[in-house]
């Protein structure tokens, strides 16, 4: 089992950028698909970004294309979320969250969950 940790969040002014990081624990990091989701006030839970176990694949929502960027470093055990060009409807608690490696899948699936870190973006 997988323990995930975001942290990055803040507040950050329209336009600016932030970087999120989900540290995960355990030798077998690269396992691990990634996914990243945010909630915003009174809002659903929603899928914003994702990585393959690989690293080559992602997929992205639609309202974040072109200004947010997963990654992955494996070395460190660590995926990140660039997020740029910030509006302030991106403002969320944002989660990272990974399936487990038994599932086989890189996407659609997620079964461990971190805490989540607060990103407000003021307009």
């Known amino acids: 089992q997988v323990q995930l940790v975001e942290s990055g969040g803040g507040l950050v002014q329209a336009g600016g950028s932030l970087r999120l990081s989900c540290a995960a624990s355990?030798?077998?990091?690269?396992?691990?698909?990634v996914g990243w989701f945010r909630q915003g006030p009174g809002k659903e839970r929603e899928f914003v970004a994702g990585?393959?176990?690989?690293?080559?694949?992602?997929r992205y929502t639609d309202s974040v294309k072109g200004r947010f960027a997963i990654s992955r470093d494996n070395a460190e055990n660590t995926v990140y979320l660039q997020m740029n060009s910030l509006k302030p409807e991106d403002t969320a608690v944002y989660y990272c969250?990974?399936?487990?490696?038994?599932?086989?899948?890189?996407?659609?699936?997620?079964?461990?969950w971190g805490q989540g870190t607060q990103v407000t973006v003021s307009s």
């Open positions: 990585i393959s176990r690989s690293g080559y694949l992602t």
């Open positions: 969250a990974a399936p487990d490696p038994l599932r086989r899948v890189d996407f659609g699936s997620y079964d461990y």
């Open positions: 355990g030798r077998t990091f690269s396992s691990y698909a």
